[in-house]
């Protein structure tokens, strides 16, 4: 309590010691704000005017009076909040060395001579003398807001998208919980030097904030992607953020309208609990949320502590076979729209896929990378029934995917997968000879990285729907925290210029499926990505040429679905058969589908056998263009029809938690009348986003 008293009264100056501890802070100012204004090409003699009648209105008002009379704990808050900016602009900044150093430096000097003004004029007439015995209620106010914003959404963001990440819960809650302490330490140690009147509003304005926040992360965030990497349409949500706001405004002041009548009625003013109300709010929401959190730390099914788990190695991912080579180029979300309209803009860019054939008719079975990609390296018929990990793992060990691998290794294959596409790498470890445990050693988490875009990623589920548009790439920004010793590259510019083709000197064949970010999430950035994903290609088969493997290569280019939310997604699909040549590249609209992938890889391996039909279905190359064949697509919307969906079956009351299978006959166009002509054939539920 003495030490909180120190924090709390004012320093005690003469005049001639506030002067000159004001003209020094004064004189730091002024030489930050000229240098920023070097910086940052603003116009000196402008920022001078304004600097000298700044001054003079210091002096004159004798500001600094305010300044040397703030309470310590105002001015520890406002060396943080200076401290803050000054790291933020060091990060960012363009520059380099000492400028760089004196540019960050010279922010937090600007940020911490406003800040202290600000928090001096506020409280002129806010705080009387200090009043430490109101600590208790002070933390019972900020902790559950602050708990909430720091610990608790974070650490509930982390468990519902666990198997996104290469990092553990303990990689950063150390640094959740600290920062709540202290947070609440010092809000609560300041919110003491408040006058009453101002103390109990303040008080119910936390209990606002907090009961915003859960509401918004409970139950206003509706069917907005709360996993990694989805990105609503803002522009079409904003009447919805609008209302949004105004149920924020409503939340907010409920508590602080309650604490300023309770004074004036009777029956509340003469009962504590009554006019404590608002405290007991936040306790109430904090106390779940308590409850919550350890509980999903108990069941957590992964380690917290260690990183320990399987990953595909990167070490032969230019590496191909110098005999046979069954390659498989998978760009991710590459629609046939894409890469149509770039032909229709130059066709000279396709030129060097002349030897394959353009399969126009190809659709995926799953709208989502993490189950489509594995139902193709399984050969899974079957919809998963589980959550999405479970499934992975059992169809990794059923008949067709056993049967596919075990006859690729006994034919003398070696068996290389690359990219970012499981969620259970542990189920491949008997399939992919390049799937092994990654050492602990192996895995570097930059964790100021970390901390950042954890907390942005969090902040986007408790905004308002009005703020959410500046945090909704956060997601992205998560994978670049960990680095990994073996980790396959698939980000398209960075493999274009790691792409140096190897001829391995074993004696083996090659069946590589290489899974790159094609055009997944390049919103605005869709033609480069295009363009880069073409280069790709031909510096791919030209490199293949040179080392003389291109004749007897089968290569596969396609993507794992199109463009999520499209009626009519059907991914690009290029195929090239060992020996296969023509002057220009063959059209095909056979209808064919991306459970026929493992029977169409081993009929280009030459190692199709009686009975295969029944097993992995026919390859490509057996289905006539002309056959009336019925296909079975799962999308990620229910399209005209999504009233009709009872959503309260599905996670978080909305379809974000499911995945809508249509029967079709036909091409793309026949996909998109089915989903418009009425509900979808079947409903896949799930525990977890996908």
């Known amino acids: 309590?003495?030490?909180?008293?120190?924090?709390?009264?004012?320093?005690?100056?003469?005049?001639?010691?506030?002067?000159?501890?004001?003209?020094?802070?004064?004189?730091?100012?002024?030489?930050?704000?000229?240098?920023?204004?070097?910086?940052?090409?603003?116009?000196?003699?402008?920022?001078?005017?304004?600097?000298?009648?700044?001054?003079?209105?210091?002096?004159?008002?004798?500001?600094?009076?305010?300044?040397?009379?703030?309470?310590?704990?105002?001015?520890?808050?406002?060396?943080?909040?200076?401290?803050?900016?000054?790291?933020?602009?060091?990060?960012?900044?363009?520059?380099?060395?000492?400028?760089?150093?004196?540019?960050?430096?010279?922010?937090?000097?600007?940020?911490?001579?406003?800040?202290?003004?600000?928090?001096?004029?506020?409280?002129?007439?806010?705080?009387?003398?200090?009043?430490?015995?109101?600590?208790?209620?002070?933390?019972?106010?900020?902790?559950?807001?602050?708990?909430?914003?720091?610990?608790?959404?974070?650490?509930?963001?982390?468990?519902?998208?666990?198997?996104?990440?290469?990092?553990?819960?303990?990689?950063?809650?150390?640094?959740?919980?600290?920062?709540?302490?202290?947070?609440?330490?010092?809000?609560?140690?300041?919110?003491?030097?408040?006058?009453?009147?101002?103390?109990?509003?303040?008080?119910?304005?936390?209990?606002?904030?907090?009961?915003?926040?859960?509401?918004?992360?409970?139950?206003?965030?509706?069917?907005?992607?709360?996993?990694?990497?989805?990105?609503?349409?803002?522009?079409?949500?904003?009447?919805?953020?609008?209302?949004?706001?105004?149920?924020?405004?409503?939340?907010?002041?409920?508590?602080?309208?309650?604490?300023?009548?309770?004074?004036?009625?009777?029956?509340?003013?003469?009962?504590?609990?009554?006019?404590?109300?608002?405290?007991?709010?936040?306790?109430?929401?904090?106390?779940?949320?308590?409850?919550?959190?350890?509980?999903?730390?108990?069941?957590?099914?992964?380690?917290?502590?260690?990183?320990?788990?399987?990953?595909?190695?990167?070490?032969?991912?230019?590496?191909?076979?110098?005999?046979?080579?069954?390659?498989?180029?998978?760009?991710?979300?590459?629609?046939?729209?894409?890469f149509d309209e770039a032909y229709e803009k130059d066709p000279e860019k396709f030129e060097f896929l002349h030897d394959f054939t353009y399969y126009t008719n190809c659709c995926m079975m799953y709208d989502s990378t993490y189950i489509s990609i594995p139902q193709m390296l399984s050969g899974a018929a079957e919809p998963p029934r589980e959550e999405v990990v479970d499934w992975e793992e059992r169809v990794w060990h059923e008949e067709p995917c056993e049967t596919f691998y075990s006859r690729l290794h006994e034919a003398g294959y070696k068996v290389n997968l690359f990219g970012d596409f499981s969620y259970n790498t542990a189920a491949y470890r008997d399939k992919a000879d390049n799937c092994i445990y990654q050492a602990e050693d192996k895995i570097t988490v930059n964790r100021q990285s970390l901390y950042d875009s954890l907390g942005r990623f969090s902040a986007y589920r408790y905004m308002p729907m009005l703020m959410k548009p500046s945090f909704d790439d956060a997601a992205d920004d998560l994978g670049y925290a960990v680095t990994m010793e073996n980790d396959c590259i698939i980000d398209n510019f960075k493999f274009l210029e790691n792409l140096r083709l190897q001829q391995s000197d074993e004696d083996k064949n090659y069946f590589i499926f290489e899974h790159l970010i094609g055009t997944h999430l390049n919103a605005g950035a869709t033609e480069p990505n295009v363009n880069a994903c073409l280069e790709i290609l031909r510096s791919y088969t030209d490199q293949l040429r040179e080392l003389g493997l291109y004749d007897d290569a089968v290569i596969i280019v396609t993507g794992d679905h199109g463009v999520h939310f499209n009626k009519d997604n059907f991914p690009v699909c290029y195929v090239k058969r060992a020996g296969e040549h023509h002057d220009m590249m063959q059209y095909s609209d056979a209808p064919i589908h991306h459970q026929d992938y493992l029977a169409t890889c081993l009929d280009a391996a030459g190692l199709k056998r009686d009975g295969d039909e029944e097993l992995f279905g026919r390859p490509i190359f057996d289905i006539p263009e002309d056959e009336q064949r019925e296909r079975l697509v799962f999308q990620r919307t229910a399209f005209e029809h999504e009233d009709e969906i009872e959503w309260q079956k599905h996670i978080g009351g909305n379809h974000f938690g499911a995945l809508f299978g249509y029967r079709f006959i036909g091409d793309r166009d026949d996909l998109a009348r089915r989903e418009e002509s009425g509900p979808p054939d079947m409903v896949l539920e799930f525990d977890s986003s996908f």
């Open 1 to 338: 309590m003495r030490a909180l008293n120190i924090l709390l009264r004012p320093i005690r100056c003469s005049e001639r010691t506030s002067l000159i501890c004001g003209t020094v802070l004064l004189m730091m100012f002024v030489f930050s704000a000229v240098f920023i204004s070097v910086c940052s090409e603003i116009m000196l003699p402008a920022m001078i005017a304004v600097l000298v009648l700044l001054s003079v209105m210091y002096y004159r008002m004798k500001l600094y009076r305010l300044m040397m009379k703030l309470p310590p704990i105002f001015m520890l808050i406002s060396l943080l909040i200076a401290a803050y900016c000054g790291v933020l602009i060091y990060r960012d900044s363009d520059f380099s060395g000492l400028k760089r150093t004196v540019q960050s430096v010279s922010s937090g000097t600007a940020v911490f001579f406003f800040a202290g003004m600000g928090i001096s004029l506020l409280l002129t007439k806010a705080s009387d003398r200090p009043h430490p015995e109101n600590l208790p209620k002070a933390l019972a106010a900020a902790f559950p807001l602050l708990f909430t914003v720091f610990t608790y959404v974070p650490t509930e963001s982390y468990f519902t998208n666990a198997k996104d990440f290469m990092f553990v819960y303990f990689d950063f809650a150390p640094y959740l919980f600290i920062k709540t302490a202290v947070l609440t330490l010092i809000a609560a140690a300041a919110a003491c030097a408040l006058n009453e009147k101002l103390f109990r509003v303040a008080a119910a304005a936390a209990a606002g904030l907090t009961l915003c926040v859960y509401c918004q992360y409970m139950f206003m965030n509706g069917d907005l992607p709360l996993d990694m990497g989805g990105k609503p349409d803002w522009d079409a949500l904003h009447t919805r953020s609008v209302i949004n706001a105004l149920i924020w405004a409503a939340l907010f002041l409920l508590p602080i309208v309650f604490t300023l009548l309770a004074g004036r009625i009777r029956f509340i003013s003469g009962n504590a609990a009554a006019r404590n109300a608002h405290l007991l709010l936040g306790c109430l929401i904090c106390g779940m949320q308590l409850v919550s959190m350890v509980t999903m730390i108990f069941s957590s099914q992964q380690s917290l502590f260690r990183h320990e788990r399987y990953v595909l190695d990167n070490s032969e991912q230019f590496v191909v076979s110098g005999k046979k080579n069954i390659i498989t180029i998978l760009l991710d979300a590459s629609d046939r729209h894409y």
